[in-house]
């Protein structure tokens, strides 16, 4: 997975709120960490640890090859939009807006329960994430 981190030129984040009920902290992760065979998140604020299984490591492994490849295609993305239809026609939102400004959130499964993962993807700066 390095080299989809080279290629992707950015961080890639997911986060998600810790499971324990007396926690309201979040489990940060870089996507590129979840290849290493050792990963495991940490809540930052109970510091309860997460152990990934092999099922959804392949996923989120899956979703960073997705992130590489929408990288590598960004120029033709720079073409394409999407068609909304609105009362007075049409609405034509380029692809590449839609992109930085939607927050992208993928549900698995972890255990018996069902997690939203929030993904970041930024340019790589401190300040970008929450």
Known sequence: MANNTDKLGAKAQIDFHCLDNDC?????????????????????????????????????????????????????????????????????IPYALLLTRLNTMISLNYGNQKVDFHLWVEPSSPDTFR
């Open 24 to 92: 309201e902290g979040i489990v940060k992760f870089n996507l590129a960490d979840v290849a290493s065979s050792d990963f495991q998140a940490v809540c930052e604020k109970c510091h309860r640890p997460y152990e990934l299984d092999g099922e959804l490591r392949k996923k989120l492994q899956k979703m960073l090859k997705l992130i590489v490849t929408i990288r590598e295609v960004e120029d033709i993305l720079g073409d394409c939009s999407v068609s909304v239809t609105v009362a007075g026609g049409e609405v034509k």
